[in-house]
């Protein structure tokens, strides 16, 4: 178990999570009390893979408004317990006519393909301070890719770009790792390296607190400008994460491969399966370090400091204000 800022994260597997007056109380398979923590405590629980919650605490935690999401052991979203929403029928109604208008669409792509290729390009800038890996020209291709951006007709062209700079992006990201473990390409399933592990579970926790983010703006995640609509495919939390993977994910993982905070010993393989998984010590040390840097303050231009979850919220509001009219476009958070 592991408690950071107001998430419960809860990975015993085989535990059960229940109420006891005003109180969350979990206890291992021996029926052992392993952790308490008060109500008041506790705004969201993940559960990484076989944990049991009673009808008391589903209860409890609809009624006191904590979001209960469900995560299997190699990072992958299940899906999660949340109150509706019951004031949103005005505002989806001007979401989804705005999802038919092209102008609009394209703009607010732009901004955020935009955004995400700069603070790619910044990270792997930050990263070869001392010039002793050869990035140059990765970095040279995302500045060209940036400026190919606003010249862009279509949302397909966008993705061409994106495509296209996340190409360098990742050739660059190889070079600057200062920990060879194997890490070649993006590789999303199964991920064949640590590397790609680590990628692949940081983004599905990064994608289940932009989706609380959007769920507060009370906009519908499925209904996004930059990702395609499919069913299942909740394109808005897909594209307001986008300018947040790199300063958040990607920099965990560099800082923690370059200073050995994490190694290969942090990481298992299964006989007949091609993917790396990370080890029960592995993903609490990651986790651990994700959630500093969630927890992290900033400063936005001029106004006051947010940890990374409150800007999440102030960028989900960006976007409702870009819907509703309130504002011209979409501001992506840009690092320096």
């Given at each position: ?156 062209a966008l993705m061409g770009l994106e495509g296209i700079g996340a190409r360098s992006y990742f050739s660059g990201l190889k070079c600057v790792l200062k920990q060879d473990l194997g890490f070649k390409e ?94 029960d010590e592995g993903r609490a040390k990651f986790i651990k370090a994700l959630e500093r840097r969630f927890a992290s303050e900033i400063k936005v231009k001029d106004e006051h400091d947010y940890s990374y979850r409150g800007l999440f919220k102030r960028q989900a509001m960006l976007y409702r204000k870009a819907v509703l009219g ?11």
């Amino acid at each position: 178990m592991q408690q950071e800022e107001r998430t419960l994260y809860v990975a015993e597997q085989g535990a059960t999570i229940a109420k006891t007056s005003h109180r969350i109380v979990i206890r291992n398979t021996s029926n052992k009390i392993i952790q308490e923590i008060p109500f008041f405590k506790i705004e969201q629980i993940i559960i990484i893979g076989r944990v049991n919650l009673t009808p008391d605490m589903i209860f409890a935690a609809f009624n006191r408004e904590i979001d209960v999401v469900f995560v299997s052991r190699d990072g992958r979203f299940k899906g999660r317990l949340t109150r509706d929403n019951q004031k949103i029928v005005n505002l989806r109604r001007k979401q989804y006519e705005r999802s038919g208008d092209d102008e609009f669409r394209l703009s607010i792509a732009k901004s955020i393909v935009a955004g995400k290729l700069k603070n790619q390009r910044t990270i792997l800038m930050r990263y070869n301070r001392d010039k002793k890996a050869d990035v140059a020209r990765e970095i040279i291709a995302m500045k060209i890719s940036i400026d190919s951006v606003d010249k862009a007709k279509t949302i397909d062209a966008l993705m061409g770009l994106e495509g296209i700079g996340a190409r360098s992006y990742f050739s660059g990201l190889k070079c600057v790792l200062k920990q060879d473990l194997g890490f070649k390409e993006r590789v999303k399933r199964p991920p064949k390296d640590p590397v790609n592990a680590m990628l692949s579970f940081g983004y599905t926790l990064l994608s289940i607190y932009v989706e609380s983010a959007v769920n507060v703006a009370a906009l519908d995640p499925y209904i996004g400008c930059l990702h395609a609509f499919e069913d299942r495919r909740k394109s808005l939390v897909l594209d307001l994460m986008e300018e947040f993977r790199p300063v958040i994910v990607d920099s965990v993982i560099l800082s923690m491969v370059n200073t050995l905070e994490i190694t290969g010993a942090d990481f298992y393989t299964i006989e007949g399966c091609e993917g790396v998984f990370l080890t029960d010590e592995g993903r609490a040390k990651f986790i651990k370090a994700l959630e500093r840097r969630f927890a992290s303050e900033i400063k936005v231009k001029d106004e006051h400091d947010y940890s990374y979850r409150g800007l999440f919220k102030r960028q989900a509001m960006l976007y409702r204000k870009a819907v509703l009219g309130e504002n011209i476009n979409y501001e992506p958070y840009l690092i320096r």
